[in-house]
């Protein structure tokens, strides 16, 4: 089973590509920036985008009938790592008790000049 999953309470692909691919019980998504689905244009600041781009990945999860306790491993990249400790309150917020594994780190540029990007490996 290869099924593309769309939701529409997050934002379409900005390029060639589907939100999230759910292979059997794994889902793979596609990194999720902080874009209001509404606009198409980036939340404010770090903390804006951060949960934007969080609520975005739990419209894919929701789609997939999948929660953030799925969750079994993120990657998240920041424009700048000084804000990992703001990206790092935020991110507590969405997933709690049993955490995922996650890598975080800081990327020279992301798509549209967003300031963070989240991306995620749910198992059912």
Do not use: W
């Not at 934002?11 to 590509?17: D, I, S, T």
């Not at 306790?69 to 000084?82: G, P, R, Y």
């Amino acid at each position: 089973m290869n099924k593309t999953i769309a939701s529409p309470a997050a934002p379409a692909a900005v390029g060639p590509y589907c939100q999230a691919k759910l292979c059997g019980n794994t889902l793979y998504t596609s990194g999720q920036l902080g874009l209001v689905p509404e606009t198409g244009k980036l939340a404010e600041g770090i903390e804006g985008q951060a949960h934007q781009a969080l609520k975005n990945l739990g419209a894919v999860l929701t789609e997939a009938g999948m929660t953030y306790a799925d969750v079994a491993k993120t990657t998240c990249f920041l424009a700048n790592i000084s804000d990992f400790a703001a990206f790092n309150a935020i991110y507590a917020e969405y997933f709690k008790g049993e955490v995922p594994a996650r890598s975080c780190f800081a990327v020279k540029d992301l798509p549209m000049g967003g300031l963070v990007e989240v991306e995620a490996i749910a198992v059912k």
